[in-house]
């Protein structure tokens, strides 16, 4: 539904080849060229930074999960070519922050998350000085070995946990090489008789679909028990979730799942893909203290809002639960417009902490931010949660595909969309002082 509306509207750019000129050279640029003071400021100019000694590392460690043959990256960033080709722009990319691909803020809020592939500032500086150092290859000697990719057609968490309880595919759907990018919803059974307690999920896209599989949410439909919002998320090089032990995320029992898969032809035919979900499940008799859900809350109270042509706008929208609860996950939806969002904790005593902020956002990227065990915010009754989004219709928003337009909200290309998916576990009393207290035990223990 909802993505539909984005996919036009990025087709329109990606035929134009607007998009592609807009990162190019658009407001990056300048970005880049601002920030790059800062980071060459940060690398010693005179040690020399080679190809095979310092930037195939960082590659490896950085990049080449999504640039190799058979990935979703356009070009592979494998060999000292492919690198010489593109290093300015590896530079602007890594510069800005736009590669590897995650938006979320480094200078404010939590900043321990699991799944974490933000590079450090130390690799960025060192990317700039090989780039203005000409780029030099090194000694061959350097090289390091290739690194081994682990099988793209096992699930990564059987390591952990076995095989997967259950396993459910999307209907098959060709991907052209050439084309628009795509988005595949099909709705198809869980096979879950009854409800059940989510240890863990994973979704895999297949070996040739790794190439267009961008990312791939999933949401169940129907069943015994209503269970509001999301299954899973998933965007390349995210291996899965992990429920916290004692927690209890509900698969109900006869339920359906919807999966909302975006698709980017990228030069290769693939035929009847599927993307899997593998799903463990905690035993029957499991009795978890706690349930965790991850569900959707919006910023503007549910109502309509407008942002006037060439305008900007700011909604927020303020939440409570009536038991404490803690906040597993922090993900942010929007479209064109919106262009930053936050989220804070309004305490009971009146102290404000920002939890999350993504200043960068694009709609082309769906990430969750999973909060570390230690740092994930606890909540007492009365502690309220803020969610603020900001919204540029002008040209100075590189993704806005038409400032002259009045947007208003709602599922359509031209609209706009605001809310932001959390996983919280609803605890009791007991509980919240439980955590609070092993917390700050950890704390100082670790002093
Ligand atoms: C999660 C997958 C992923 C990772 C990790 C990733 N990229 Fe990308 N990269 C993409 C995709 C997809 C595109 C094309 C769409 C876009 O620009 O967002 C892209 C585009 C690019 C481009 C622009 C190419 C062009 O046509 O102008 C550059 C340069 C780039 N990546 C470099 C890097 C570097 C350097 C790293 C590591 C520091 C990296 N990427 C990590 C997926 C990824």
Redesign the pocket.
């Known amino acids: 539904m909802l993505d539909l509306g984005i996919n036009r509207v990025m087709s329109r750019m990606a035929t134009s080849g607007m998009l592609?000129m807009l990162?190019?050279f658009g407001s990056g640029q300048e970005l880049a060229a601002q920030q790059s003071v800062q980071f060459a400021s940060a690398s010693s100019a005179d040690a020399e930074v080679t190809f095979t000694a310092d930037i195939a590392p960082i590659?490896q460690a950085?990049?080449q999960?999504?640039?190799q043959e058979g990935a979703?990256?356009?070009?592979p960033?494998m060999t000292y070519q492919d690198a010489r080709r593109?290093s300015a722009?590896?530079r602007n990319?890594?510069v800005t922050r736009e590669?590897?691909?995650y938006q979320y803020d480094d200078d404010v809020g939590i900043q321990d998350l699991k799944y974490d592939?933000r590079?450090s500032d130390e690799d960025i500086a060192t990317v700039v000085a090989w780039v203005e150092q000409g780029s030099p290859e090194g000694d061959p000697n350097d090289m390091p070995p290739p690194v081994v990719w682990p099988d793209p057609t096992a699930f990564r968490l059987a390591d952990q946990f076995g095989e997967p309880d259950v396993i459910v595919r999307s209907t098959p759907y060709d991907v052209p090489a050439v084309g628009q990018d795509r988005w595949w919803q099909p709705v198809v059974d869980a096979g879950i008789p009854a409800d059940r307690c989510i240890r863990a999920i994973e979704t895999k896209p297949s070996v040739e679909g790794r190439a267009v599989a961008?990312h791939a949410n999933s949401n169940w439909v129907g069943g015994t028990t209503r269970v509001q919002g999301m299954l899973s998320e998933y965007?390349?090089?995210k291996i899965g979730e992990i429920i916290p032990e004692g927690a209890c995320r509900t698969a109900p029992g006869g339920a359906q799942v919807r999966f909302d898969i975006h698709y980017?032809p990228n030069g290769v035919d693939v035929v009847d893909d599927q993307v899997e979900i593998g799903i463990w499940l905690h035993p029957e008799d499991y009795e978890p203290e706690y349930q965790q859900n991850l569900t959707l809350y919006y910023l503007n109270g549910g109502r309509g809002y407008d942002i006037p042509p060439n305008g900007t706008l700011m909604t927020r929208g303020i939440h409570q639960w009536d038991t404490p609860v803690r906040l597993d996950s922090w993900q942010p939806h929007g479209h064109t417009r919106l262009v930053a969002m936050s989220m804070e904790i309004l305490r009971a005593n009146g102290r404000t902490e920002t939890v999350s902020m993504v200043s960068n956002w694009s709609a082309?990227w769906h990430h969750s931010h999973i909060y570390d065990d230690d740092v994930a915010p606890l909540l007492d009754v009365g502690d309220k949660v803020i969610l603020t989004g900001w919204y540029d219709n002008t040209e100075n928003n590189r993704y806005n595909p038409d400032p002259d337009q009045w947007v208003g909200i709602g599922d359509r290309t031209a609209d706009e969309m605001s809310h932001a998916w959390i996983a919280v576990t609803h605890l009791d009393e007991e509980g919240f002082q439980k955590l609070t207290e092993e917390r700050q035990q950890r704390l100082i223990s670790q002093d």
């Not at 979703?72 to 070009?75: A, C, H, L, R, V």
């Open positions: 592609a990162v190019a590659l950085n990049c999960v999504c640039h979703i990256g356009p070009m960033l593109w722009r590896i990319m890594v590669m590897p691909p592939p590079m961008h965007a390349l090089g980017w082309l």
